[in-house]
């Protein structure tokens, strides 16, 4: 683009890089059993190449009795016979790589699953050598359970074991003990098996989790949270939004613990780590996380969030700006824990000015402070789906259905064709969750010809964005509060600025110009309604513009 300047981002190809989830089981079947795998990302390679991403993050693939679907780990080194072979990983590994794209891959070093060696030699009796490997607590006198924490995924985070006469702790399902990190051989042993994958020529880990490593080991009660009712009056349907959690995760020993993990990437280079963390603190959380050589990046649930007002982004990137100072925040606004962003974040908009929302979005992420996360199928317009009980597999919603009907409507099969092949080109036999109906008119094969499908805009932002990143790794950022449903901020480096701003709400807005930034160059991808007129700025709803200046 002429007059935007390229610096440099010091050899940190993270800063403001697209990474694209990879969900295994729903991407592509290429042994014909219903649920993708390895051989299938393989095949799929060039397509994710197409996208113009620059890395993957693939979903647990490990050998798992699949309690969850991979997080609850049964050998962290071994493939699960039903993704393939470490062979068929090492092809992933060497296809990618030959396409330059990096390749991350999802990292539990919180809890395991109790089918574990790990666990079945810990749980036999309170003297074995790996006894103390897991969290375990005797009853209180009356024979309940040591504390009041809650699981994740609803009711008491202690399961009791019959031939320890003690609880464990399960910070999500029963099946998935938590490790105590408070012992030193744990730590070795999961830092052991992190190298095992460098040494194999994987660039970095998703760590699923990763503030839940640490527990106190006061065993305190968690004090208790005020109760939000919803829109009928009616508390939270999961008992752990009950309480505020202060003593079940995010303690300080885990940031000398991240500081081992990053003293590990540090031989092997250009490697990195990507943090999920979810706290009543979040921003605080991220900040300290990644910085002091402790995470690379990380990303919490803010914008997993239903609310997508432009008064909600403000406050949500002005606290995140303000308390992350020198660390670097990783957005994502979908992924496979929580229902598609296309629905999400489209509720009381009819359906073409959904369509033209989606890029909007994309748009916001690509010019934040920050790298991206993108879930597969955000490039095509994937709505939620609408999974029926009897089709159900996440346990999580199967718990708490009705109400909440868990994960299973984000993680169904990519439609790749539509031209009479069966489950949309996923798989030529019954997949695991039944592909869409509403899916297959968005299949790939019918939007990679149409240059103004949501697919080919997806590439062509992407596209322009790679001629941004560089001037945007060393960038400020601004959020400029508006009043109203125009999302508007600035990036500025010593190279130039960058002024963003983007119509989130249901009418068409204007708004003047700061003095700066009249009469720069407009440099708005292809396809975003808006215009500039002297000092004004006019955007339709969906609208948007970007002006730079040297």
């Known amino acids: 683009m002429s007059g935007n300047p390229i610096s440099t981002n010091n050899g940190e190809w993270w800063r403001n890089s697209v990474i694209y989830q990879i969900y295994p089981r729903s991407f592509c079947d290429a042994n014909g059993d219903g649920i993708g795998d390895l051989q299938g990302i393989c095949q799929k390679l060039d397509y994710v190449k197409s996208l113009g991403v620059d890395a ?5 693939f490990f050998k798992s009795p699949m309690a969850d679907f991979g997080y609850d780990v049964s050998d962290y080194r071994d ?28 990292q539990i070093l919180s809890h395991t699953s109790d089918q574990h060696p790990w666990f079945e030699e810990s749980r036999q009796n309170r003297d074995n ?31 009791w074991c019959t031939r320890r006469r003690q609880y464990y702790l399960t910070n999500f399902l029963k099946e998935q003990p938590d490790l105590n990190l408070h012992n030193p051989q744990v730590q070795e042993q999961l830092l052991a098996d992190l190298k095992f994958w460098l040494d194999r020529g994987v660039d970095g880990f998703r760590l699923d989790a990763i503030n839940h490593a640490f527990h106190n080991r006061s065993l305190q009660d968690n004090p208790a949270r005020p109760v939000k009712l919803d829109k009928n009056g009616l508390p939270p349907v999961n008992s752990y939004e009950y309480q505020w959690h202060i003593y079940d995760k995010s303690q300080p020993e885990n940031l000398e ?15 990195v780590t990507v943090g999920e963390v979810g706290d009543d603190n979040t921003h605080k959380i991220m900040a300290d ?80 402070r920050g ?85 080919s805009r997806f590439r062509a932002l992407l596209g322009w964005h790679k001629a941004q990143a560089p001037a945007l790794a060393t960038a400020a950022q601004e959020i400029i509060d508006t009043g109203n449903e125009l999302l ?32 720069s160059e407009d440099i708005t991808p ?13 955007l339709p709803v969906a609208g948007a513009r970007v002006l730079y200046r040297k």
């Open 56 to 60: 993957i993050w693939i979903s647990p």
């Open 371 to 455: 790298s991206v996360c993108l879930y597969q199928g955000e490039e095509l317009g994937l709505p939620e789906a609408d999974v029926a009980f009897e089709d159900l597999q996440d346990p999580y919603g199967i718990n708490l259905w009705p109400e909440f009907k868990g994960r299973d409507g984000c993680r169904t099969p990519m439609p790749w064709f539509n031209g009479g092949e069966i489950n949309a080109g996923f798989s030529k036999v019954k997949p695991w969750l039944p592909v869409a109906e509403e899916h297959y008119h968005l299949a790939v094969s019918l939007q990679e010809d149409d240059q103004h499908s949501m697919l």
């Open 526 to 538: 292809a396809d975003f309604a808006g215009s500039v007129q002297g000092a004004e700025l006019a």
């Open 257 to 271: 613990f991240l500081q081992r993990v990053r003293a590990l990437l540090e031989q092997y280079p250009d490697s």
């Open 79 to 106: 493939v699960d016979p039903i993704f393939g072979n470490l062979a068929d990983f090492d092809r992933v590994i060497q296809g990618a790589h030959e396409r330059g794209l990096k390749v991350i891959i999802d």
């Open 488 to 519: 508007v901020f600035e990036r500025t480096s010593a190279a130039g600025s960058y002024f963003v701003a983007l119509n989130l709400g249901h009418e068409a807005a204007s708004y003047a110009l700061p003095e700066k930034f009249v009469g």
């Open 129 to 159: 050598p790996k006894s103390d490997w897991y969290v375990w607590a005797d009853a209180k006198e009356d024979g309940s359970a040591p504390n009041n924490w809650m699981s994740n995924f609803g009711g008491s985070a202690w399961r």
């Open 289 to 368: 996380y990644t910085t002091e050589n402790r995470l690379h990046m990380a990303y919490s649930f803010d914008l997993l969030a239903e609310d997508c007002s432009a008064q909600f982004l403000r406050d949500t990137l002005a606290k995140n700006r303000r308390v992350i100072e020198e660390g670097w925040p990783c957005w994502s606004i979908s992924n496979h824990d929580v229902p598609r962003s296309f629905s999400r974040w489209n509720k009381g908009f009819d359906s073409e000015t959904a369509m033209a929302r989606a890029p909007l979005f994309l748009l916001m992420q690509l010019m934040l």
